[in-house]
């Protein structure tokens, strides 16, 4: 904030006419007391000396305005007046109370009991601020919705029903707090990001953009205590850009090594001067906002940790749902297969031999009907082999345990109804468990192409790399748009089957232009 010549005239003069009704209020309050007292018998003192007296306090207070540091504590030094002065008219008060209640002034035998009441009422008045400050200390604490002293906002940070309050809103009361309490015209928030700083907010709001810190400027800043305006024109310059010749105090907040933020206070160069004490609360607030911001952090991430750790406990229940439920299917399946194909063959196989005895039992039949009989046999026979070799390949290919995923990727591409090509150069082996989530994930791309694009030509690209091992399905058909496409029970298989080996799974696809599947598996090793 740049503050104009004019507005630094009108503060000198508000100081200045402070200064003159400081001393015109302790004149009054030694006027009104001598008189008083003269009314009352106490005492006599001589009129010249409570002329003189009024005069020099009067003369004190305009040439006190001529001197700046002064004049900074004008308003301390009214409010102290106003309270001396509050304490001579209680003490006036509370006689003419007594004047007023005897009906008539003191009789001489009377006079020598003024002074200790003069007495009494004065202490009687020095401690009524006091108890009054107690008091509403003490309603305060009883009473929600009043302002909180910093230290209040500060424990607030670490109540766990403010963790639903945004972190900026907190922060806006703690500059608020800090700013009544301090007695200033503005107080600065700042944030830091590991790389520097940037203004979060200020209290009154503040237009305008601000200058940011950068990593160096930050590591300089978090080696300093509380900065005046004097060490920041050396090291930090930019800080005092737009401020004109206000007092600055920067406050770092931080947490061991890391910098987490800074507390910026601005008073006009003409106002109340910051004082030592007040540079030790600001110090003392930034340090433990650091702390306060710490453990905040920490319950941060650690409830994002927990919420992870539910959200991949919920996916992982599903995914054991998902696979149990497709072992399931998959069983059925199996049985469907074997009672409608191979057992049906093994079945026609045992009423064709129960028909052969009879024929050979029976001498009188042809031996030709009997020859031609096993010669059926025979050909029922290879075809339940290759039926139940068939579903063994479905089960788990014995291919696939013995030469490894290439071979076993080339044989299930020869069984495809459409094209399929294999590349799978310089690939070994991996662990089981890994080369049959591959193989069965090819096989699942396979069926989906021969169901959504039947007849488009497939490739698949098998590479290795170290500790990973990466597959691709990519055909020519029609493709799909994957912005209103829904991944289906296929693909869900082959998340599932990937995720409980480590492995990603992505697809992607264009109209027009086919689908492309991306397989990553990471690698332990090779097979034992």
């Known amino acids: 904030m740049t503050f104009s010549l004019g507005a630094q005239t009108s503060a000198v003069t508000r100081q200045r006419v402070q200064l003159v009704v400081a001393a015109g209020l302790l004149a009054l309050t030694v006027a009104a007391t001598s008189v008083s007292m003269r009314l009352l018998g106490a005492g006599r003192p001589a009129a010249w000396f409570v002329v003189a007296a009024v005069l020099a306090l009067l003369l004190v207070g305009a040439l006190a305005g001529g001197l700046t540091r002064v004049r900074r504590d004008a308003s301390r030094v009214l409010a102290a007046a106003a309270a001396l002065a509050g304490l001579g008219a209680a003490v006036l008060l509370g006689l003419v109370v007594v004047v007023l209640v005897l009906g008539r002034l003191p009789h001489a035998d009377e006079r020598a009991v003024v002074l200790p009441a003069v007495l009494g009422l004065a202490a009687a008045a020095l401690c009524f601020a006091p108890l009054r400050r107690a008091i ?46 301090l007695g200033v015209h503005s107080v600065e928030m700042w944030t830091g990001d590991g790389q520097g700083l940037t203004r979060l907010l200020s209290v009154p709001h503040r237009a305008g953009a601000t200058t940011a810190l950068g990593a160096e400027d930050a590591t300089t800043l978090a080696r300093a205590g509380v900065a005046g305006e004097a060490w920041l024109a050396l090291w930090l310059p930019q800080l005092l850009v737009g401020r004109g010749d206000a007092q600055v105090r920067v406050a770092p907040v931080g947490y061991g090594s890391d910098l987490l933020g800074a507390l910026v206070v601005e008073q006009p160069r003409e106002g109340e001067r910051i004082r030592s004490d007040d540079e030790r609360t600001l110090g003392e607030v930034s340090r433990r906002l650091g702390v306060v911001l710490h453990n905040r952090a920490l319950d941060a991430a650690l409830q994002a940790s927990l919420d992870d750790l539910r959200r991949t406990n919920a996916e992982l229940r599903a995914s054991r749902l998902r696979l149990v439920s497709a072992a399931d299917a998959e069983r059925r399946r199996i049985e469907r297969d074997i009672h409608d194909g191979a057992q049906q063959h093994l079945a026609a196989l045992a009423v064709n031999l129960g028909l052969a005895r009879q024929l050979l039992a029976d001498e009188s039949e042809d031996r030709s009907s009997v020859a031609e009989l096993l010669g059926e046999m025979s050909g029922d026979v ?84 170290p500790g990973e091992l990466a597959l691709e399905v990519s055909d020519d058909g029609p493709g799909f748009d994957p912005t209103t496409a829904e991944g289906g029970q296929g693909l869900q298989n082959m998340t599932d089957r990937l995720g409980a080996v480590g492995g990603q799974l992505r697809w992607e696809s264009t109209p027009g232009q086919g689908t492309r599947l991306h397989l990553r598996v990471p690698l332990s090793g090779g097979a034992p």
């Open 136 to 181: 509403t200390s003490a309603t305060r604490r009883s009473t929600t919705g009043l302002r909180r002293s910093p230290e209040a906002v500060l424990e607030a940070f670490g109540d766990r029903r403010t963790h639903e309050t945004p972190l900026e809103e907190l922060l806006r009361q703690l500059a608020e707090s800090l700013r009544a309490s």
């Open 382 to 465: 290879r075809a339940t082999i290759a039926e139940v070799r068939d579903l063994a390949h479905g089960i788990y290919p014995p291919l696939l345990r013995q030469a490894g995923l290439p071979d076993a990727l080339r044989a299930a591409a020869q069984r495809s109804p459409a094209p399929v090509t294999v590349s799978a150069h310089g690939v070994g082996r991996a662990d089981a468990e890994v080369e049959a989530a591959v193989y069965f994930c090819v096989l699942e791309a396979l069926q989906n192409v021969a169901k959504h694009a039947p007849g488009a030509a497939t490739e698949v690209r098998l590479t290795e790399s």
